[in-house]
């Protein structure tokens, strides 16, 4: 049996949505120190509804899979739909990943949470604080540097 499924070896090959959004209305922006992953999630938002979204992710196959994945699961959703979007969702539309590689759907969903906060902080919107929970990454955070 193969280690990855020909979803994530698809969505390894070909990411869908890779990129940035210049304007973003949201960005958010998670890693795990221990495997070296950083994900980050721009999000464009129209009436609540997510218009556009990229990521940039620095990390091994399943990571770049699961942010690939879970873009293409919340593009054109409300941002409710989006924060029902679990880990094992991503995991599941990807046919699976392998048990020490499911920490990379988790940072896919924490990244598209942060994000969704930054956009409601970034405009003053209240939301009910339990639906973002503390990342579940290392104490040491990890940063992309920019450009």
């Known amino acids: 049996m193969?280690?990855?499924?020909?979803?994530?070896?698809?969505?390894?090959?070909?990411?869908?949505?890779?990129?940035?959004?210049?304007d973003a209305d949201g960005v958010g922006e998670v890693g795990n120190a221990r495997c070296g992953d950083i994900m980050k999630i721009y999000l464009k938002i129209s009436n609540g509804i997510i218009e556009d979204v990229k990521f940039k992710t620095f990390g091994c196959g399943s990571a770049i899979a699961s942010s690939s994945m879970a873009t293409e699961m919340i593009k054109g959703k409300p941002l409710c739909e989006a924060l029902e979007l679990t880990n094992k969702a991503?995991?599941?539309?990807?046919?699976?990943?392998?048990?020490?590689?499911?920490?990379?759907s988790v940072l896919a969903e924490e990244a598209?949470?942060?994000?969704?906060?930054?956009?409601?902080?970034?405009?003053g919107i209240e939301y009910d604080k339990s639906q973002f929970p503390e990342p579940h990454g290392e104490e040491e955070e990890q940063h992309f540097e920019e450009e």
Do not use: Q, W
Request: proline share 4%; hydrophobic share 40%; charged share 25%.
């Open 112 to 123: 598209i949470r942060s994000a969704i906060k930054n956009y409601y902080d970034k405009n």
């Open 90 to 104: 991503v995991a599941e539309a990807l046919d699976g990943l392998p048990a020490h590689k499911m920490h990379c």
């Open 2 to 22: 193969a280690l990855y499924s020909e979803k994530v070896m698809d969505h390894f090959t070909n990411p869908r949505n890779v990129g940035v959004i210049e």
